[in-house]
């Protein structure tokens, strides 16, 4: 089955304790991108990647950092975490970018809260 | 920079009613989604428009593209409660994919 996996689904955690979001896509898509959801802003894009190795700053990127060492996973994370960056989180693939194929798929986000 | 504006926010309707959700965004692209979230879940794709004019049903909905208005309709035809859900539009254009805030559906019996 096509998906987009994203582990975990829930966290709590400390402030300044570092945590990684996993993302995790099986339909070899080259696109993926990290997100995040706040009530009222809709989403936010916190990071994006065209291809392995290749990643770029979103709307929101201060306070994450990605990887994207294999072409599955991209992985986001918190260095430090604030309680600022307590929000929903979703992972999207897509199949390219600026092409007809577009379309996103959605993990079944993460709610972080940080305290 | 790329803005996408959505209207209404919050939309309560009755069932059998019409309706249409506005997704305005503020730069040239001819690349636009619909997407659907129900409470607690993922989004779920619904249409991709690629170019100006085009028009895609599925259902009750069907969404349509102006490119040189640089609008996007979501219209809602004989409304049904299963429909309840946030609806958000997005807009990518040069690399840079952004969301509207969403307009949260309910429909009443």
């Known amino acids: 089955e096509a998906q987009v996996t994203q582990n975990p689904r829930y966290l709590i955690t400390v402030t300044g304790k570092k945590l990684t979001v996993t993302c995790s896509q099986n339909m070899n898509h080259e696109y993926m991108s990290w997100y995040r959801q706040d009530p009222g802003l809709g989403l936010r894009q916190i990071y994006y990647?065209?291809?392995?190795?290749?990643?770029d700053k979103g709307d929101v990127p201060e306070g994450y950092k990605v990887s994207r060492k294999e072409k599955r996973n991209f992985p986001l994370i918190l260095e430090s975490p604030s309680p600022n960056q307590t929000s929903l989180y979703f992972c999207a693939s897509s199949l390219a970018f600026g092409t007809v194929n577009t379309e996103a798929f959605f993990g079944q986000g993460t709610r972080l809260t940080v305290v | 920079e790329l803005k996408v504006e959505q209207n209404p926010l919050f939309l309560s309707m009755q069932e059998g009613k019409n309706y249409t959700i506005y997704c305005n965004y503020s730069t040239t692209s001819d690349r636009l989604y619909w997407y659907r979230q129900d409470p607690g879940k993922s989004l779920e794709s619904l249409f991709v428009l690629l170019s100006n004019g085009a028009v895609k049903q599925e259902g009750r909905l069907m969404a349509s593209l102006d490119t040189k208005a640089r609008l996007s309709t979501l219209h809602i035809t004989a409304a049904v409660h299963d429909l309840s859900a946030t609806y958000f539009c997005a807009v990518d254009s040069n690399n840079d994919m952004r969301f509207g805030a969403g307009t949260r559906l309910t429909v009443k019996p």
């Open positions: 990647s065209m291809n392995v190795e290749v990643t």
